[in-house]
């Protein structure tokens, strides 16, 4: 009943957001965000596009970053927790005398002693609901998935807590589960729903169009599930103090972790402060999940502080991750290479109480032109653990068929692979009918294919031999959406010495958030790099900003600037008459050299230390929430890449090795290159682990992760890894806050499709099953 309901509301969303949308594309360029652009692309101070430091990195290499299990507090217990070993049932028995005698144990908390609490809110259920699941959390004896909490132990140390966890006697009454994915699509599908759409679109006949086409390709290509492999293991450090809840936590979704949790216990928001000043790597899964829950209902029953690590194999049966994907890829095309027939379509996997389909169709909705287009993503609902956004949700599986397919049509069409791409650009959006807001793909393929050699591939497949290796080249489109949500805000304080803290609940993970947005208010306030501190991580400040989609950019960007229109307003009132900025509007001014001084007039100009001093104030202070994100149905707004790869396939063992690796990126305006170039590294490498290695193992008869561990769940290490070359358009996005969209997670994009592609050019064999192991290439 419940999928029924959620199913219900979802639609009647994605009803109200369709007519909204229609209305908001029509509407004049002035009325949105973006219409005119943001001032910093043509205020050039030279702090923003510097390769500046990052400025948390002096207090990570010296050891005083205080993570989330790092947090010291007195009189602190230790947790440890007990996993379900069937993926449906309920417990029949549950013995935990011998933990509870176990030395140093405080409690056990099982389903019997927990405080009650309400279901988890899901995520995206709400403005701020944040849940992995819609799940009770320990309500009851009943299992939903192999590896739910069913105990947690508290201990004066974490190695007490462990031992007493093993000393736990249970039993199960199992039911029959659901965890063929087989039998499940044999059962029926249903349409998947994404962000309140249906994820089903068709224009045109393109199955007519793909059957009178004189060339064409049809295949299936199949995605693995993958697991959450942050290097900082999920933890969370938590106190009560009365009826407030601190959570010291390794999060990326600071206020929407507060607000699920007051809903959770039945306390109002404000009594419930989270804390993530610095987090050990994201990538989607480090939101609310059960551990979180759990620590601060066993803090609530023990009155005592709490803190919980999950071990690795903890993250594994906990945090979801990626589902696993089936998808057809169909092209058409004339003998000239123009697209006719566009056909992604295809099943996934998700359960019962989450609302996350891999939205695998994404970037065929707005890569190439097509006479018609067809797609469509169908889930079915296994009993398992509810799995979650990965690093480009969608886009990273979903761009690994559509360009292999390209690639496969190519070779067919007997065309260079980057010219039949160019061919099939689009003039608009090719699904929504939106103007691009800015799309330079093209230079960024024509200048990548130059710097990588492009011409010196051999486009027969396995004519380039090195003694005992194949060599080969391949390529790929990389795309990522603009994403922007709602519910941004910040605060500006200026101080008499000519010091501004920028306050946002925003969130840094490794990527140089605090750095950019550093560099940015300095910018646009007219002050050094040292004069300006980020504030962040903290539920407490201003704003309910996502670090995900890659979208915390423009949301911290365009929040500050509100906040900075503010600022100056509020500094024009305190100028007064005898300024030579009387009478200026807020539009009308500019921060330059410490003050403000008017846009076409430098020599009207007050510093700000004047400008509070003859006011008598220490400081001044603005606070101002963000235009609702309409740039989004106004303009189709994406990152794009044009991805490259030479590699070589050993002809006796099948060993792969990536020899070297090129992105070549449209981004709009790169605020940092330093921080720049290391994301979108780290994309290519963590795409390097999808297309070779990674792969959950998953049990489907148990229902249970089978390899949860490091040394079973095989990630790229350093041999693994080749030199790895990007480069960028640079040109400002019109449209977009500071002319910049987001790069987070462009890099893993196109990826996969680029290394498969490169192994076909290599050895002529098509692998169209990720990861692409040795024994698929003997």
Excluded at 39 to 52: D, K, N, S
Excluded at 691 to 716: K, V, W
Aim: proline share 6%.
């Amino acid at each position: 009943m419940s999928n029924i309901v959620e199913t219900a509301k979802q639609a009647v969303q994605g009803a109200m957001q369709g007519v909204m949308q229609k209305a908001v594309a029509i509407a004049p360029d002035s009325w949105m965000p973006g219409g005119r652009p943001d001032p910093l692309i043509r205020q050039q101070h030279g702090h923003v596009g510097r390769p500046v430091s990052r400025v948390d990195g002096p207090r990570k290499v010296r050891g005083e970053a205080t993570f989330a299990a790092e947090v010291p507090l007195e009189n602190m217990a230790y947790a440890a927790v007990a996993f379900s070993t069937v993926a449906k049932g309920r417990i029949a028995a549950l013995d935990t005398r011998a933990a509870e005698a176990a030395p140093g144990v405080v409690l056990v908390m099982t389903y019997r002693n927990a405080p009650r609490m309400q279901p988890m809110p899901l995520f995206l259920s709400g403005a701020k609901a944040g849940g992995g699941s819609n799940l009770p959390v320990m309500q009851d004896d009943r299992i939903h998935w192999n590896g739910q909490p069913i105990a947690v132990v508290l201990a004066e140390t974490q190695e007490q807590a462990d031992h007493a966890k093993s000393l736990i006697e249970v039993a199960y009454a199992a039911e029959p589960a659901l965890v063929d994915y087989a039998e499940a699509k044999a059962r029926g599908t249903e349409t998947g729903m994404f962000m309140g759409q249906p994820l089903k679109q068709e224009i045109g006949d393109a199955d007519a169009a793909l059957a009178a086409a004189p060339v064409k390709v049809d295949a299936v290509y199949r995605t693995p599930r993958h697991n959450h492999n942050a290097i900082e293991l999920h933890a969370a450090t938590v106190q009560w103090d009365g009826d407030s809840l601190i959570v010291h936590d390794a999060s990326q979704a600071v206020d929407h972790t507060a607000w699920s949790l007051a809903k959770m216990f039945g306390i109002e928001e404000a009594q419930v402060h989270v804390t993530s000043p610095f987090v050990g790597g994201g990538f989607g899964g480090k939101c609310l999940w059960e551990h979180q829950v759990l620590a601060a209902a066993a803090a609530k029953l023990v009155g005592r502080p709490v803190r919980i690590v999950l071990s690795r194999e903890g993250v594994y049966r906990l945090v979801g991750g990626r589902t696993l994907t089936e998808q057809r890829f169909a092209i058409g095309a004339e003998a000239d290479g123009r697209f006719t027939a566009l056909i992604h379509a295809g099943t996934t996997a998700m359960t019962p109480h989450n609302a996350m389909p891999e939205p695998f169709i994404l970037p065929t909705m707005s890569a190439y032109a097509a006479d018609a287009i067809k797609l469509d993503v169908e889930v079915v609902r296994l009993d398992m653990l509810a799995n979650t956004f990965m690093r480009a949700p969608g886009e990273s599986v979903g761009t690994f068929a559509l360009e292999c397919a390209v690639d496969e049509i190519a070779e067919k069409l007997e065309m260079d692979p980057i010219e039949l791409r160019i061919r099939n650009e689009p003039d608009k959006d090719p699904t929504q009918g939106l103007p691009f807001s800015s799309r330079h793909i093209v230079e960024a393929w024509r200048t990548g294919a130059e710097r990588f050699g492009w011409s010196r591939r051999v486009s027969r497949p396995r004519a380039r031999r090195e003694g005992e290796w194949w060599v080969g080249m391949g390529c790929a489109t990389a795309t990522y959406p603009y994403h922007r949500m709602p519910g941004g805000a910040a605060r500006i304080t200026l101080t008499r010495d000519g010091h501004a803290r920028v306050d946002v609940a925003a969130h840094e993970m490794g990527m140089g958030t605090a750095t950019a947005h550093t560099q940015v208010t300095a910018e646009r306030l007219g002050l050094e790099l040292d004069q300006v501190t980020v504030a962040y991580g903290d539920s407490m400040l201003p704003g309910t900003i996502l670090a995900g989609g890659s979208q915390q950019t423009a949301s911290i960007g365009i929040s500050v600037l509100a906040a900075q229109q503010a600022l100056f307003a509020e500094l024009l009132k305190l100028a007064g008459n005898d300024s030579p900025l009387a009478g200026l509007k807020p539009e009308e001014v500019v921060g330059r050299d410490g003050g403000l001084a008017k846009l076409d007039d430098p020599s009207r100009h007050e510093r700000y230390d004047s400008i509070l001093a003859r006011a008598r104030r220490d400081e001044v202070s603005a606070e101002a929430s963000a235009p609702p994100p309409l740039e989004t149905m106004h303009w189709s707004m994406h990152s794009h890449g044009a991805m490259f790869c030479e590699l070589r396939v050993n002809a006796v063992t099948g060993e792969v090795r990536i020899d070297r690796f090129l992105g070549s990126f449209d981004c709009g305006r790169i605020l940092n290159p330093k921080t720049a170039a290391s994301q979108f590294r780290g994309g290519i490498i963590m795409g390097i682990g999808m297309a070779l290695m990674e792969e959950t193992q998953f049990d489907e008869r148990s229902g249970r992760i089978m390899n949860p561990s490091l040394a079973e769940y095989h990630l790229p290490v350093h041999a693994d890894v080749p030199e790895i070359d990007v480069m960028w358009t640079d040109i400002p996005d019109p449209h977009a806050p500071m002319g910049a969209r987001g790069i987070g997670e462009i890099g893993i994009t196109g990826t996969g499709a680029a290394i498969a592609n490169a192994i076909y050019n290599a050895t002529g064999k098509r692998i169209r099953d990720l990861p692409i192991t040795l024994d698929k290439l003997l």
